[in-house]
T-cell receptor, first 111, second 115 residues
Framework: GEDVEQSLFLSVREGDSSVINCTYTDSSSTYLYWYKQEPGAGLQLLTYIFSNMDMKQDQRLTVLLNKKDKHLSLRIADTQTGDSAIYFCAERRTSYDKVIFGPGTSLSVIP | DSGVTQTPKHLITATGQRVTLRCSPRSGDLSVYWYQQSLDQGLQFLIQYYNGEERAKGNILERFSAQQFPDLHSELNLSSLELGDSALYFC??????????????FGPGTRLTVL
């Protein structure tokens, strides 16, 4: 189908790792993104991965890409209360710059 | 601050009315995207313009229209407003095509309330 899928809610304890999963739809998508939306604000790019990579690490963030299953995950190590936000997975289709966003996963961090 | 500006920040209007939302992209960005975010529908892509021309269309209603002007700012026009049009409307911009990973930079949004 057309939709990028994510679970809608995730709750973790401060200091634990968070893993947010996403299933995308187009096996020819070139870039996969994770955007973060804090309360009352617009989306902000957190990290991205090019489709020929399996993994990307950036400080506390680890992105894993499984192209065969069209599965993308975002791991946040040592989750902090400031990480509470909505996280959107997105894929860039090969047609022009069209980017399709998932519904967003609301991450709650319990102190 | 992403560099993308949107006005107004809040808009309250009545059903049946028409409103115009305005977006100024980051300096140098040629693409402008419009999104609608509501609680029940999530983030919906509406339409994209590239250097003044429509490039991609998403779930945009016929009552809605947009344009991008020669100075690259964009306007989203919403007419015959219904209660269900109440939402956050985001504009985003991105650098010219071919710029690596093509990050989209989002504005702060316009919150539209239709009473």
């Amino acid at each position: 189908g057309e939709d990028v899928e994510q679970s809608l809610f995730l709750s973790v304890r401060e200091g634990d790792s968070s893993v947010i999963n996403c299933t995308y739809t187009d096996s020819s998508s070139t870039y996969l993104y994770w955007y973060k939306q804090e309360p009352g604000a617009g989306l902000q790019l957190l990290t991205y991965i090019f489709s020929n990579m399996d993994m990307k690490q950036d400080q506390r963030l680890t992105v894993l890409l499984n192209k065969k299953d069209k599965h993308l995950s975002l791991r946040i190590a040592d989750t902090q209360t400031g990480d509470s936000a909505i996280y959107f997975c997105a894929e860039r289709r090969t047609s022009y710059d069209k980017v399709i966003f998932g519904p967003g996963t609301s991450l709650s961090v319990i102190p | 601050d992403s560099g993308v500006t949107q006005t107004p920040k809040h808009l309250i209007t009545a059903t049946g009315q028409r409103v115009t939302l305005r977006c100024s992209p980051r300096s140098g960005d040629l693409s402008v995207y419009w999104y609608q975010q509501s609680l029940d529908q999530g983030l919906q892509f509406l339409i994209q313009y590239y250097n003044g021309e429509e490039r991609a269309k998403g779930n945009i209603l016929e009552r809605f229209s947009a344009q991008q002007f020669p100075d690259l700012h964009s306007e989203l026009n919403l007419s015959s407003l219904e209660l269900g049009d109440s939402a956050l409307y985001f504009c985003a911009s991105s650098p010219p095509s071919g710029h690596s990973y093509n990050e989209q930079f989002f504005g702060p949004g316009t919150r539209l309330t239709v009473l």
